[in-house]
Each structure stands twice: as structure tokens, then as C-alpha cells.
């Protein structure tokens, strides 16, 4: 099993930064690649962010393109999401994934495993 803990989130004004962190225990190898969800209330759990962990290779959705970058510190099992102006519309539960299998990362259903979640809420 593997084990994620979300940390970072909170209430920042528009135009803001934030950086959420997602710590991997656990029998975390091997990790193919983690990634980054948010779920606004009312809505679907859309893909954010995501990164091959042995290649670092990064996705975004459009919507962040520019102002998220996804990091990892292997050394650390730990990924990264650096949120810089950030929108009202940015708002939901963000929540880490890993996977250990090769997969389309930008889909929710290549992932095994999840974090709680950590709240970000950006006032305007």
C-alpha cells in the first residue's frame, strides 16, 4: 500500500501563490508517475498536473498552463504543485494520486492510489 499526504493548502487572495506538497509512503516503488486533481463542489474531479517520475516529463491542463509547475524530489517520494496567480475559479479540494503502471496520467482511472485532499480557496 501506498500512503499520500497532502499538505499547502489554504485561503489566498486572487492573484496569490500557493504550494501544495504530496508525501508517498509506504511501499511507494515503484512510482510511475503522480499527479494532481481538484474537485470543485458541484463538479467532476479534473486533471491538473501530472509527471513521469523517472523522466520528470510534466502535463498540465490548459487551464493552469503558465502558472502551475509540477516538481518532484525523489529522494523525498514527494511531488510538488507551485500555484501562482491563482483565480477564484481555482478554488476545490486538490488531491495527489501515484501510480505505479505506465498510463495516460492526464486520466484519474491510471491511478491507484489517493490523498485526502487539501483545500485551496482563492478570494477575489
Known amino acids: 500500500q501506498v500512503q499520500l499526504v497532502e499538505s499547502g493548502g489554504g485561503l489566498v487572495p486572487a492573484g496569490g501563490s500557493l504550494r501544495l506538497s504530496c508525501a508517498a509512503s509506504?511501499?511507494?516503488?515503484?512510482?510511475?508517475?503522480m499527479g494532481w486533481f481538484r474537485q470543485a463542489p458541484g463538479k467532476e474531479r479534473d486533471f491538473v498536473a501530472a509527471i513521469n517520475w523517472s523522466r520528470g516529463i510534466t502535463y498540465y491542463s490548459d487551464s493552469v498552463q503558465g502558472r502551475f509547475t509540477i516538481s518532484r524530489d525523489n529522494a523525498k517520494n514527494t511531488v510538488y504543485l507551485q500555484m501562482n496567480s491563482l483565480k477564484p475559479e481555482d478554488t476545490a479540494v486538490y488531491y495527489c494520486a501515484s501510480t505505479a503502471f505506465a498510463g495516460l496520467l492526464l486520466q484519474s482511472r491510471s491511478y491507484g492510489f489517493w490523498g485526502q485532499g487539501t483545500q485551496v480557496t482563492v478570494s477575489s
Open positions: 509506504g511501499r511507494t516503488f515503484p512510482i510511475y508517475g
